[in-house]
């Protein structure tokens, strides 16, 4: 039977939870289709839109007995092309948008319980309201859902000092395949009961369920803060900055951004009005901050003593303190610019890369040597989390290549030879960004049989009928080989 017949899937849909909830608007649909990198375009069967926990629930029951794929949507912002529909025209998108409250603020027990519907940077605004500081922070934060953060277990640019998102949630409202509701939202530090099944849905990218809330740790909010922009010549420099600022700062270095020129240029030639804040050029930037939650800490001389050192030393080449708020921000701003710079100057193959520390330089030198003679259809531009090991490897098309598409077609080739390269020097193919759709093929290479075994093993036991987010993380139906 069509999805639109009588007595259809869809059909039954409207007739249980009416139009309110289940939205077949064309343009609505038009816009869950795609995703963020616009890599797939499906066709939804319909948008749901629940406003409860309960109608999460309800949904998902009367889905699992249809045997409706559900697609789980946040902010649609994630890279590897999770939250896309397949093209039959008969899975059904899940926003949680409407789900958006924050139920619970504890200052005295720095937690909060938030609805997975929540923009990130509202749940940041809700914790600086009550004082305290919820550290996850990443470009995207606008528009992406505290429920997508979660699902992706994303990364961003705090991780150095506070983690990814799975270490900043104390527990999880989720509704599973089948309807039924798991709940562990305490808001408790220790709590050894039994396996830690909050894990599992953290990072699972909505193949095992629907969270629908989350217990948030929180902190005591920075009110000093210290931030640089630095020049070094090589990225074994920026390394080697890292351990020294550990050295002299220890666990106040909050952020630690590698940054290459050429993406300085990029964001330059694509945001009118932005420019490097050094005037020497330098072929690799260190944008990096150190904060305390004590007031009136002279970061700001704590920071200059130890980059005057390390100039000494000939580590760094030149440095500069924002000496402003409005200073600070504009650093930033450069730095959280670069994917849409990136985005701007076309179409870019992108590689989120993790390496241990000390081969991190050595797969950057190896892996651009390679690429300058191999692929000339591209240029690098390679920035990244290098305080958590985390490189964004992108190519970008050169002008020549921008018309014949030769960079993009060898994308499969590239993509290879680098994570191949990873792999050996016992890296990960994704660092941040997860596997969607995109990189499940990646991990079929990567994973070992062992894990992969379980990995099915848990997707059978929590979706047996394979309805949550099909072809995701592992091949659709792959629950039951
Ligand atoms: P979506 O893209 O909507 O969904 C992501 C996955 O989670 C999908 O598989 C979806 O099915 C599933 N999902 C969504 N909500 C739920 C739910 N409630 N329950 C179960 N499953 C769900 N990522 C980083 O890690 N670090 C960065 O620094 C970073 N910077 C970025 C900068 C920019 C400019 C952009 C555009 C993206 C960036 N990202 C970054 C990627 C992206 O923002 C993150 O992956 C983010 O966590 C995705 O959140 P979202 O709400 O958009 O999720
Ligand atoms: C970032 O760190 C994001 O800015 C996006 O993770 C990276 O666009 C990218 O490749
Ligand atoms: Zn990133």
């Given at each position: 039977?069509?999805?639109?017949?009588?007595?259809?899937?869809?059909?039954?849909?409207?007739?249980?939870?009416?139009?309110?909830?289940?939205?077949?608007?064309?343009?609505?649909?038009?816009?869950?289709?795609?995703?963020?990198r616009?890599?797939?375009e499906?066709?939804?069967?319909?948008?749901?839109?629940p406003?409860?926990?309960?109608?999460?629930?309800?949904?998902l029951?009367?889905?699992?007995?249809?045997?409706?794929?559900?697609?789980?949507?946040?902010?649609?912002?994630?890279?590897?092309?999770?939250?896309?529909?397949?093209?039959?025209?008969?899975?059904?998108?899940l926003?949680?948008?409407?789900?958006?409250?924050?139920?619970?603020?504890?200052?005295?027990?720095?937690?909060?319980?938030?609805?997975?519907?929540?923009?990130?940077?509202?749940?940041?605004?809700?914790?600086?309201?009550?004082?305290?500081?919820?550290?996850?922070?990443?470009?995207?934060?606008?528009?992406?859902?505290?429920?997508?953060?979660?699902?992706?277990?994303?990364?961003?640019?705090?991780?150095?000092r506070?983690?990814?998102?799975?270490?900043?949630?104390?527990?999880?409202?989720?509704?599973?395949?089948?309807?039924?509701?798991?709940?562990?939202?305490?808001?408790?530090?220790?709590?050894?009961?039994?396996?830690?099944?909050?894990?599992?849905f953290?990072?699972?990218?909505?193949?095992?369920?629907?969270?629908?809330?989350?217990?948030?740790?929180l902190f005591?909010?920075?009110?000093?803060?210290?931030?640089?922009?630095?020049?070094?010549?090589t990225?074994?420099?920026?390394?080697?900055?890292?351990?020294?600022?550990?050295?002299?700062?220890?666990?106040?270095?909050?952020?630690?951004?590698?940054?290459p020129?050429?993406?300085?240029?990029?964001?330059?030639?694509h945001?009118?009005?932005?420019?490097?804040?050094?005037?020497?050029?330098?072929?690799?930037?260190?944008?990096?901050?150190?904060t305390?939650?004590?007031?009136?800490?002279?970061?700001?001389?704590?920071?200059?003593?130890?980059?005057?050192?390390?100039?000494?030393?000939?580590?760094?080449?030149?440095?500069?303190?924002?000496?402003?708020?409005?200073?600070?921000?504009?650093?930033?701003f450069?730095?959280?610019?670069?994917?849409?710079?990136?985005?701007?100057?076309?179409?870019?193959?992108?590689h989120?890369?993790?390496?241990?520390?000390?081969?991190?330089?050595?797969?950057?030198?190896?892996?651009?040597?390679?690429?300058?003679?191999?692929?000339?259809?591209?240029?690098?531009v390679?920035?990244?989390?290098?305080?958590?090991?985390?490189?964004?490897?992108?190519?970008?098309?050169?002008?020549?290549?921008?018309?014949?598409?030769?960079?993009?077609?060898?994308?499969n080739?590239?993509?290879?030879?680098?994570?191949?390269?990873?792999?050996?020097?016992?890296?990960?193919?994704?660092?941040?960004?997860?596997?969607?759709?995109?990189?499940v093929?990646?991990?079929?290479?990567?994973?070992?049989?062992?894990?992969?075994?379980?990995?099915?093993?848990?997707?059978?036991?929590?979706?047996?009928?394979?309805?949550?987010?099909?072809?995701?993380?592992?091949?659709s139906?792959?629950?039951?080989r």
């Open positions: 039977m069509m999805p639109g017949g009588a007595g259809s899937p869809l059909q039954q849909l409207i007739a249980q939870f009416g139009s309110s909830i289940i939205v077949t608007d064309p343009a609505q649909l038009a816009a869950v289709n795609v995703d963020h616009k890599l797939y499906g066709k939804a069967l319909a948008l749901a839109l406003r409860s926990t309960a109608e999460v629930s309800k949904l029951a009367f889905c699992n007995a249809l045997r409706i794929g559900v697609v789980p949507q946040g902010g649609n912002t994630s890279y590897c092309g999770g939250t896309a529909p397949d093209a039959s025209g008969t899975q059904l998108v926003s949680l948008r409407r789900m958006n409250a924050i139920r619970e603020m504890n200052p005295v027990n720095d937690s909060m319980i938030v609805e997975a519907g929540c923009i990130l940077a509202d749940v940041q605004r809700a914790a600086t309201d009550a004082g305290r500081f919820f550290p996850l922070s990443l470009g995207a934060e606008g528009s992406c859902q505290i429920g997508g953060n979660l699902s992706t277990n994303a990364g961003g640019v705090n991780v150095v506070y983690g990814m998102a799975r270490d900043l949630v104390l527990g999880l409202e989720v509704v599973l395949a089948d309807g039924r509701v798991l709940s562990t939202l305490k808001t408790l530090r220790k709590d050894n009961t039994g396996y830690d099944l909050r894990h599992l953290i990072g699972a990218e909505g193949t095992l369920g629907v969270i629908t809330a989350a217990s948030l740790k005591p909010a920075p009110r000093s803060v210290a931030t640089a922009f630095v020049a070094v010549q990225p074994a420099a920026a390394v080697s900055l890292l351990a020294e600022l550990r050295k002299s700062c220890g666990d106040l270095v909050s952020s630690f951004e590698l940054i020129n050429i993406a300085i240029d990029l964001v330059a030639k945001l009118p009005g932005t420019r490097s804040p050094l005037e020497a050029g330098s072929p690799w930037y260190v944008l990096c901050e150190i305390s939650a004590m007031s009136n800490e002279p970061l700001g001389e704590r920071l200059e003593t130890a980059l005057a050192a390390a100039l000494e030393t000939g580590l760094i080449t030149d440095a500069t303190l924002a000496q402003s708020e409005r200073e600070r921000q504009e650093f930033w450069l730095r959280e610019h670069i994917p849409e710079a990136q985005r701007r100057d076309g179409s870019s193959l992108k989120d890369i993790s390496l241990p520390l000390d081969r991190l330089a050595e797969f950057i030198a190896s892996s651009s040597d390679w690429l300058h003679d191999q692929v000339p259809e591209g240029f690098l390679c920035y990244g989390h290098v305080g958590d090991g985390n490189l964004h490897f992108n190519i970008n098309q050169s002008s020549n290549s921008v018309a014949t598409g030769a960079l993009l077609a060898r994308q080739e590239i993509r290879r030879a680098i994570h191949d390269r990873v792999h050996e020097m016992g890296g990960s193919f994704s660092a941040e960004h997860g596997i969607g759709r995109h990189k093929e990646e991990l079929e290479r990567y994973a070992s049989p062992l894990e992969l075994e379980l990995m099915r093993n848990i997707k059978r036991a929590f979706d047996p009928n394979g309805i949550m987010n099909p072809g995701k993380v592992l091949h139906g792959s629950a039951s």
